[in-house]
Nanobody, 122 residues
Framework: QVQLVESGGGLVQAGGSLRLSCAASGRTFSSYAMGWFRQAPGKERECIAGINRTGGTTYYLRSVKGRFTISRDNAANTVYLQMNSLKPEDTAVYYC???????????????WGQGTQVTVSS
């Protein structure tokens, strides 16, 4: 069982930056692949970034590639999402998720955080 708590969301102007953190409970954090998802009002939830257990492999949705960076600190049981050059269309609730699979598909995440709101003003 893993409990996830996101933090770092907020209101930022277009072009600005935010860093999201997701703290995980338990002593087996390094055995989980991690992902960041977002859901905007009226839209489906989408996976925007993923990272494998060691942090050596990452994935990005095309619309955030080059602007967002996912990373993890297994000693601190934390995964991060650095978001730069933010756009109004990045406004959404952002969730972190954990999967026991090596490289999970979007639907194969087992544990979810409660979400943190990111609002980008134009």
């Amino acid at each position: 069982q893993v409990q996830l708590v996101e933090s770092g969301g907020g209101l930022v102007q277009a072009g600005g930056s935010l860093r999201l953190s997701c703290a995980a409970s338990g002593r087996t954090f390094s055995s989980y692949a991690m992902g960041w998802f977002r859901q905007a009002p009226g839209k489906e939830r989408e996976c925007i970034a993923g990272i494998n257990r060691t942090g050596g492999t990452t994935y990005y949705l095309r619309s955030v590639k080059g602007r967002f960076t996912i990373s993890r600190d297994n000693a601190a049981n934390t995964v991060y999402l650095q978001m730069n050059s933010l756009k109004p269309e990045d406004t959404a609730v952002y969730y972190c998720a954990a999967s026991s699979r090596t490289w999970p598909a979007d639907y194969e995440y087992d544990y979810w955080g409660q979400g943190t709101q990111v609002t980008v003003s134009s």
